[in-house]
């Protein structure tokens, strides 16, 4: 709709991350210049998919979790269950980016703040695909620019945990078992149970869980959550905790590279909504087309502020358009600066406080 030329669009069906994004990546090819991949970071699927997800979590998979001898038997078991969870509704974005960094990569990681069945919703060539992985990638004059909002991460596992404890001051440290994109205990209980103990929080019920996905009312956003840090780059990303009726808790993100040990917070960040104008204070060009991607995490959070946005784009763009999307993630392989949210090298996803722009000056056929 707004390029007519220097402009493609690839994309695949849907199976495992794996063999979905090595697909999608041997599609595209190279000679681009900057893409973005667009893909569901959660699918919900018909009302009987999702009846069988929780009914499997709860029964044949806890069931196998709670027969383990030992801590390893037990991470052993939450990989095999993850490789279901990838194989039918999560796309991990640190695993789906993995397979790009020759050239910038913006994850347009699509997952409502309202979930409901079926969502969320992709149309390729003017049909639905359902669960898929799409890359739409530019060739020409492009700066594209990551941002998050937090501070640079810090220089070891040590540093980096100070750092956490500094930002969100009511954090507690705890112990987690987990695997692939699995978590299967906190200090010692079920991650609900723990929730649950620490903020006095009711747990749905299945059937709840079902009616508020039926009406597109299953909120997707939580205010807690467990900070943990990469052993590889020693950035941290949270992982959102919820009030969910399942006994092993799905991750959004791979877990391998973490370290057992993480924080339990009231998740926020500081500034409010003009944390992100450093997206646009960092712009390249003054004569470009700017498209930006903000985390929609900010409408729950600041509502009407949201509107401050629109004021940031109108300071420093002369022409833009901009989304609400849920935190984007990036991959390349030269980062400008030492991100909180660089999780693995050249890779950066945080579920909080992430934007991403492409300046687009010219594009060449």
Known sequence: LFFE???????TKGENTERTFKRL???VGSGWDSAIVVFPLFRFGSRLSILRFILANNTIWYHKYRRARCVDDRISILRDYSKVLESKYIFPPNKALRFFGEFPVVGFNLMPLQAGLKTPVMIVDYRMVGRSAVAVCFKGKINTRFHDVFPERGRSFDETFEIIKGYFPSSVEVN???GGIAVGEINGVLPVKFLENSKYIRIYSEDETLRMIEREKFRTVSPYGLALISNET?????LGLGPVPLKIYPCLFDLDLFYDRAMFLGEHFR???RAFRGLFEGKSFDDSFDFFVIDS?????FAGRCVEIKRMAEDFCRDYFGVFSAYPSFKFNILNKNYFSEIQRGLCFMTSGTSAMLEIRDLEL
């Open 25 to 27: 990546r041997e599609k």
């Open 271 to 273: 500034g409010g909504i």
């Open 234 to 238: 020693f950035g941290s990303s949270i």
């Open 176 to 178: 987690v078992v987990k």
């Open 5 to 11: 030329k220097g402009v493609e669009v690839f994309w």
């Open 297 to 301: 995490n900010v409408i729950p959070m």
